[in-house]
């Protein structure tokens, strides 16, 4: 097997279930662009070396917005990854895809706008192709195991990614639909971009709670007794994820020989003159551009 290493980034739902799971080193990592959500835990699972992570922090207390990308991508490039497998719970723009299904996406919509979107905003100037947000090759093996997996798994999809930390009003839901949006979610912008700019392959399991606001609520259902529906379709998700993503890292030697096409993503994405380029910009962009400066 090629030297390969997992990230897991455990979003809504499967955060606790991951660190319920996993039995390794606990370990804080320092970055230049600040400290990571939450200590990252290296064990082993059937063999491959995992680093999980908790994207919201200890009890869920960083809202989309609020959590820092940069340093949590940082810290699993510097711990050795190579590709990452990340979670987030969505609501479904399309009425085949049913609360408690799973869905790999394919293609991303990005709706932020407060979020630093990119590590390299100084020093140098780097444009990489993002046409494939998804890694194809790591997709493909999620979905490959999605047999193993007693529910829905749908291959393929556009998440469209919102600000947050409020929903959708009727209307916004609504123009996503028409966008050729599947999926609604906060999180998934500017992860995918940054583990791209961090040559490492990207993929994203997607836990549907519900169907978003566009979708009428049956008028039997109070809110509370919504919320109770909501919380039971994703923990029956987050079980669910949780056995595709175990079934994927105990067979990641079926992939382990094959490139992604992330691997290399910074080939021929930085443009600026290498003559030009300062010794700071090694300095604070370390283990990112190593093998170019």
């Known amino acids: 097997m090629a030297k390969v290493k997992?990230?897991?980034?455990g979003g809504s739902g499967l955060d606790r279930a991951l660190c319920d799971q996993a039995q390794g080193q606990r370990l804080t990592v320092e970055t230049p662009f600040g400290p990571p959500s939450d200590v990252i835990v290296e064990a082993k699972?059937?063999?491959?070396?995992?680093?999980?992570?908790?994207?919201?922090?200890?009890?869920?207390?960083?809202?989309?917005?609020?959590?820092?990308?940069?340093?949590?991508?940082?810290?699993?490039?510097?711990?050795?990854c190579t590709h990452v497998i990340a979670s987030g719970a969505v609501g479904s723009l399309q009425e085949q895809i049913r609360p408690k299904d799973i869905v790999i996406p394919d293609q991303l919509i990005d709706k932020t706008y407060r979020r630093a979107g990119t590590f390299f905003d100084e020093f140098l100037t780097a444009h990489i192709e993002f046409a494939a947000?998804?890694?194809?090759?790591?997709?493909?093996?999620?979905?490959?195991?999605?047999?193993?997996?007693?529910?829905?798994?749908?291959?393929?999809?556009?998440?469209?990614?919102?600000?947050?930390?409020?929903?959708?009003?009727?209307?916004?839901?609504?123009?996503?639909?028409?966008?050729?949006?599947?999926?609604?979610?906060?999180?998934?912008m500017p992860e995918a971009k940054l583990a791209r700019e961090a040559e490492m392959a990207y993929a994203l399991v997607c836990l549907v709670s519900d169907y978003d606001c566009w979708r009428p609520t049956p008028?039997?259902?109070d809110k509370h007794e919504l919320l109770k529906e909501i919380i039971s379709n994703l923990t029956e998700a987050t079980a669910n994820a949780l056995e595709l993503i175990k079934a994927a890292v105990a067979r990641f030697g079926e992939i382990a020989q094959?490139?992604?096409?992330?691997?290399?993503?910074?080939?021929?994405?930085?443009?600026?003159?290498?003559k030009m380029i300062s010794p700071e910009a090694k300095e604070k962009y370390g283990v990112l551009v190593d093998k170019y400066l």
């Open 6 to 9: 997992v990230g897991i980034i």
């Open 45 to 80: 699972w059937e063999g491959t070396p995992v680093a999980i992570l908790n994207r919201h922090g200890p009890g869920h207390i960083l809202c989309p917005g609020s959590v820092n990308y940069r340093a949590n991508i940082y810290a699993l490039k510097a711990l050795g």
């Open 133 to 188: 947000p998804f890694c194809p090759v790591l997709r493909a093996h999620l979905f490959a195991c999605a047999a193993d997996i007693s529910t829905t798994v749908h291959d393929g999809g556009t998440y469209v990614c919102m600000e947050g930390p409020a929903f959708s009003t009727r209307a916004e839901a609504e123009m996503h639909r028409r966008w050729g949006g599947d999926l609604i979610g906060m999180t998934a």
């Open 219 to 221: 008028a039997k259902l």
């Open 258 to 274: 094959t490139p992604s096409p992330a691997h290399g993503a910074l080939d021929l994405a930085i443009w600026s003159d290498r």
